[in-house]
T-cell receptor
Framework: GENVEQHPSTLSVQEGDSAVIKCTYSDSASNYFPWYKQELGKRPQLIIDIRSNVGEKKDQRIAVTLNKTAKHFSLHITETQPEDSAVYFC??????????FGKGTHLIIQP | KAGVTQTPRYLIKTRGQQVTLSCSPISGHRSVSWYQQTPGQGLQFLFEYFSETQRNKGNFPGRFSGRQFSNSRSEMNVSTLELGDSALYLCASLGDPITEAFFGQGTRLTVV
């Protein structure tokens, strides 16, 4: 089955700086790659997703890139703000398989 | 449109007991997935149901089972509870074809 590795497990950045979280996946059949943000005590919520026919997608301060050849995808957050502090999960889904999640990255925005 | 509803929100059970959790997906969604979330292991996939059939299963022991009804509501059952089963159990509702997974609030299970 699919295996998703996510790095780093914790990321601390200064407010206003950029943050990058990286994920790799194992199943070349995977074709959907969402990113979820989970604030303390709340449910995970989708912040951006990308499909295998697209290399990059951007939504305001958030962007995701996908390299299908290398089987990795990344989340980029620019101009970080205190409200960006949360745990971020990447995931991969292929065919009829369920979503496989990475173990999460705890993003800390330092004032 | 109502969101994903999970019941109950909190549960405390004793080792050896069994528990049933419920998830009602978004109206029109036929796919429901279940996940176990713990601090050390993140979000781990339990199983996925689509139109009353289990479509995928994660690497969990047979004590974890589930089912889906004709109205797409899903239940998961854990028998012979162990302390290590203490976790937040999340269900996600997906549309078809592949779309965003919407999560419920989760059920916090504590086994004592």
């Amino acid at each position: 089955g699919e295996n998703v590795e996510q790095h780093p497990s914790t990321l601390s950045v200064q407010e206003g700086d950029s943050a990058v979280i990286k994920c790799t996946y194992s199943d070349s059949a995977s074709n959907y790659f969402p990113w979820y943000k989970q604030e303390l005590g709340k449910r995970p919520q989708l912040i951006i997703d990308i499909r295998s026919n697209v290399g990059e997608k951007k939504d305001q301060r958030i962007a995701v890139t996908l390299n299908k050849t290398a089987k990795h995808f990344s989340l980029h957050i620019t101009e970080t703000q205190p409200e960006d502090s949360a745990v971020y999960f990447c995931a991969a889904k292929g065919g009829a398989d369920g979503l496989t999640f990475g173990k999460g990255t705890h993003l800390i925005i330092q004032p | 449109k109502a969101g994903v509803t999970q019941t109950p929100r909190y549960l405390i059970k004793t080792r050896g007991q069994q528990v049933t959790l419920s998830c009602s997906p978004i109206s029109g969604h036929r796919s429901v997935s279940w996940y176990q979330q713990t601090p050390g292991q993140g979000l781990q996939f339990l199983f996925e149901y689509f139109s009353e059939t289990q479509r995928n299963k994660g690497n969990f022991p047979g004590r974890f089972s589930g089912r889906q009804f004709s109205n797409s509501r899903s239940e998961m059952n854990v028998s012979t509870l162990e302390l290590g089963d203490s976790a937040l159990y999340l269900c996600a509702s997906l549309g078809d074809p592949i779309t965003e997974a919407f999560f419920g609030q989760g059920t916090r299970l504590t086994v004592v």
